[in-house]
């Protein structure tokens, strides 16, 4: 079976921004610039400092990423892409809320809600996260 992953397009910030989720969540995280690949002759000598795959694996967590390498095609920021994290404790989602929190826009701070703890943010990469937990 296929696993979903989510895929993170950057725009020239990649590394930075996966070295900063490995700061909050730990594991392990590989990075390929693109002329350290075989894309190196096929792309514009300004993208070979650009980060053309990066992996992030942590426990049951995995993101991938990428700058964003379509000279032909302006790359569009926007919410289009949502990581939830859910389930654990309150204890430990607060924590990587905080985390994320730095340099971000809290737009739903954590808190105990009807249905759980919930909260939401657009951390400073411009990535949506939103968190839910059981009371």
């Known amino acids: 079976m296929a696993t979903l992953t989510p895929y993170l397009l950057f725009d020239g910030n990649c590394h930075q921004a996966m070295d900063f989720y490995k700061s909050c969540f730990g594991g392990e995280l590989t990075v390929?610039?693109?002329?350290?690949?075989?894309?190196?002759?096929?792309?514009?000598?300004?993208?070979?400092?650009?980060?053309i795959n990066a992996?992030?694996?942590s426990g049951n967590l995995e993101i991938s990423a990428s700058d964003w390498l379509r000279?032909?095609?302006?790359?569009?920021?926007?919410n289009?892409?949502?990581?939830?994290?859910?389930?654990?404790?309150?204890q430990g989602l607060k924590a990587l809320f905080e985390k994320l929190s730095q340099g971000a826009e809290v737009t739903d701070p954590l808190k105990e809600e009807f249905f759980?703890?919930?909260?939401?943010?657009?951390?400073?990469?411009?990535?949506?996260?939103?968190?839910?937990?059981?009371i």
């Open 32 to 51: 390929l610039k693109v002329k350290d690949s075989a894309a190196k002759d096929h792309l514009p000598a300004i993208d070979l400092e650009k980060t």
């Open 55 to 57: 992996r992030l694996r």
């Open 71 to 78: 000279p032909d095609q302006p790359r569009i920021q926007g």
């Open 80 to 90: 289009t892409v949502c990581l939830y994290l859910s389930g654990g404790k309150p």
């Open 116 to 134: 759980g703890v919930y909260g939401a943010l657009n951390d400073r990469f411009g990535v949506r996260w939103m968190f839910q937990g059981a």
